[in-house]
T-cell receptor, first 114, second 110 residues
Framework: DTEVTQTPKHLVMGMTNKKSLKCEQH?????MYWYKQKAKKPPELMFV???????INESVPSRFSPECPNSSLLNLHLHALQPEDSALYLC?????????????FGPGTRLTVT | GQNIDQPTEMTATEGAIVQINCTYQ??????LFWYQQHAGEAPTFLSY????GLEEKGRFSSFLSRSKGYSYLLLKELQMKDSASYLC???????????FGTGTRLTVIP
């Protein structure tokens, strides 16, 4: 199984809503990532979890709150978002602590904030 | 700081060969990745280079020169389905810190 799954595929939320994005992988990867991608732009790294601990937080606003409940799951909790947060949110996973760090990406959640 | 440059757009003819260049500057270096991304889809892994030289994988090859901070992706026998964005990404000193270039949008024409 080389698949990273993400739910939901699409999400529309108001600025006062609270929602969560979910990501799951069963490849035994111990590093998981959240990226944000705007149209016609490259993915931008938001968070990295390594062995279920947050190892990188790229100065992301606190309205985005990541959570890694176990080695297979990664959540991104959203609260009080702004319209400019509308984007494709990609989850990825990889081996941790190995020479080759190929990342496998999920299909993404397309988020629209109204 | 990190800086990764690649051309924004390229057009090539079906059956031809195209080379997509990438130059990079990173704090530390642990390898160079190429990903393919079709519109509206997730990036998919194409290649990884950490040593100088050419890595060939079917119709796709990737080259790295660490001393020049330079890589290219070579696509042979182009097919229409190769129309996509090609992302160059460099791995910095952090074990999982991957920096993406802006991507090259390749259009293959008949």
């Amino acid at each position: 199984d080389t698949e990273v799954t993400q739910t939901p595929k699409h999400l529309v939320m108001g600025m006062t809503n609270k929602k969560s994005l979910k990501c799951e992988q069963h490849m035994g990867h111990r590093a998981m990532y959240w990226y944000k991608q705007k149209a016609k732009k490259p993915p931008e790294l938001m968070f990295v979890y390594s062995y279920e601990k947050l190892s990188i937080n790229e100065s992301v606003p606190s309205r985005f709150s990541p959570e890694c409940p176990n080695s297979s799951l990664l959540n991104l909790h959203l609260h009080a978002l702004q319209p400019e947060d509308s984007a494709l949110y990609l989850c990825a996973s990889s081996q941790a602590g190995r020479v080759r760090y190929e990342q496998y990406f999920g299909p993404g959640t397309r988020l629209t904030v109204t | 700081g990190q800086n990764i440059d690649q051309p924004t757009e390229m057009t090539a003819t079906e059956g031809a060969i195209v080379q997509i260049n990438c130059t990079y500057q990173t704090s530390g270096f642990n390898g160079l990745f190429w990903y393919q991304q079709h519109a509206g889809e997730a990036p998919t892994f194409l290649s990884y280079n950490v040593l100088d030289g050419l890595e060939e994988k079917g119709r796709f090859s990737s080259f790295l020169s660490r001393s020049k901070g330079y890589s290219y992706l070579l696509l042979k026998e182009l097919q229409m389905k190769d129309s996509a964005s090609y992302l160059c990404a460099a791995l910095g000193t952090g074990a999982n810190n991957l920096f993406f270039g802006t991507g090259t949008r390749l259009t293959v024409i008949p």
